[in-house]
């Protein structure tokens, strides 16, 4: 077992069950690491519900005594800063700390009024180098239409910039959008229930297009079931004409958008998931593409399908774990391999070789089988769930991470945060 290097982290800000003292700490430690820079951060904007919010009262969704917990955690392109979405309605920017062991505080900080469902940032953004075209970010809410906010560094106000049209013509009601994802420097991809995709223009209302693979088979499932969980991840914005997508079904989708069509690449039951499984969280793609790795809720395995056998299953990934009813969501690049957390505070790795041969060890390197056991990397001496894991896109040696409780557990301590360690 290896000691990660610890670079940085948010320290106490986010441990306990009171955000109203969250907020508190959180400015303390701001006004605290700001005064000694020679360069001005932009104020934190407060919350809404910041005065006379009493303790254990819910407020529009905000529970005082729920753990404060990272929702989203994204790099931008040049790895010199972070965007986090939390639950406790706030999107907080953070910039690298010069000095190793310093305090990872918000460089910005921002709060929506109501709960945020997903969110995406745009892949070309940079708090240094990015323009006000791709210095933002998109945020589904229930019962709101899609907004795109600014993470300009020089924006004072965060009122959405644009809104897009979810409403849903035969019923006039919002239709919840439950992932998003770019897929061009101009254009982005929803998911809703009921297996339906969208695609928008940012500078147009209404979408483009949707679709929706909508069978027989399909109909008869609970609308909860098929919703569009996530797409698959990408790290640059070169013209795909295939996108991937996946549902609670556990299916994974194929998005044509060339004809605007769907298509079934792969059910629960390829996979071998029994029903009532939790659904698919998360795609990703070796670096060669020929394999995707899906990750799931209420699981013991990632399952390994290749893209040039249909996406077939051809291998799993054996966690050592089950993730349950909380999300987890892993990073793969060519020099980490494969990296998720674990719910103790450990990060495991799979290297890249095994990872773009598919889960396998090379032919040429003969090693043994028992190679498929992940290294395992200690990075949080507290314990806590390791629920997001990314590397930097400039700098892979040097990767986020968000600690976090279970928040279906009342009784265990709460120890939640950001983290940057090194490998």
Not at 25 to 28: A, L
Not at 229 to 236: A, R, V
Not at 357 to 362: A, D, T
Not at 377 to 389: A, G, K, M, T, W
């Given at each position: 077992m290896s000691r990660l290097n610890m670079v940085c982290d948010?320290?106490?800000t986010f441990y306990g069950r009171n955000v109203f003292e969250t907020w508190k700490?959180?400015?303390?430690w701001w006004i605290h690491e700001t005064s000694q820079l020679d360069y001005q951060f932009p104020e934190l904007e407060p919350s809404r519900f910041e005065e006379g919010l009493q303790c254990g009262t819910v407020t529009n969704g905000i529970n005082c005594a729920e753990p404060t917990i990272c929702l989203n955690l994204c790099w931008s392109r040049d790895g010199t800063s972070l965007v986090a979405v939390f639950n406790d309605y706030g999107v907080r920017?953070?910039?690298v700390p010069e000095i190793s062991g310093s305090p990872l505080i918000p460089f910005k900080r921002f709060f929506r009024p109501q709960s945020i469902v997903e969110s995406c940032v745009h892949p070309l953004y940079s708090i240094f180098d990015g323009d006000k075209g791709v210095n933002v970010m998109l945020s589904s809410s229930k019962e709101l239409p899609l907004q795109l906010f600014s993470l300009s560094p020089h924006a004072s106000e965060h009122a959405p910039l644009y809104s897009y049209s979810v409403a849903n013509v035969e019923n006039e009601r919002f239709e919840t959008m439950y992932s998003l994802s770019f897929h061009q420097e101009s254009a982005f991809l929803a998911g809703s229930s009921r297996n339906k995709i969208f695609a928008y223009d940012l500078n147009r209302k209404h979408p483009v297009w949707s679709s929706t693979r909508d069978n027989l088979k399909m109909r008869r499932r609970p609308a909860h079931r098929s919703i569009v969980?996530?797409?698959?991840?990408?790290?640059?914005l070169e013209h795909k004409p295939m996108r991937f997508a996946a549902t609670y079904n556990n299916d994974v989708l194929g998005v044509d958008l060339r004809c605007q069509k769907l298509a079934l690449l792969a059910s629960g039951e390829d996979l071998g998931i029994k029903s009532g499984s939790g659904?698919?969280?998360q795609l990703l793609f070796s670096v060669n593409k020929h394999f995707m790795y899906v990750i799931k809720r209420n699981s013991k395995f990632i399952d390994i399908l290749d893209a040039r056998r249909g996406f077939s299953k051809i291998n799993e990934l054996a966690l050592p774990f089950k993730i349950g009813s909380q999300k987890f969501k892993a990073t793969l690049d060519i020099l980490n391999g494969l990296l998720i957390g674990t719910i103790d505070g450990y990060i495991l790795q799979w290297p890249s070789d095994m990872v773009e041969?598919?889960?396998?060890?090379?032919r040429e390197e003969q090693q043994p089988q028992s190679e498929r056991i992940p290294v395992i990397?200690?990075?949080?001496?507290?314990?806590?769930?390791?629920?997001?894991?990314k590397s930097n896109p400039a700098n892979p040696q040097l990767i986020a991470t968000s600690f976090s409780p279970d928040k279906f557990d009342s009784e265990c301590e709460v120890l939640s945060g950001i983290s940057l360690v090194e490998l």
């Open positions: 948010t320290r106490d700490k959180e400015q303390r920017q953070y910039l969980s996530c797409f698959d991840e990408i790290i640059d659904g698919i969280v041969f598919g889960g396998l060890v090379s990397l200690e990075v949080d001496q507290r314990r806590s769930r390791v629920n997001i894991v």
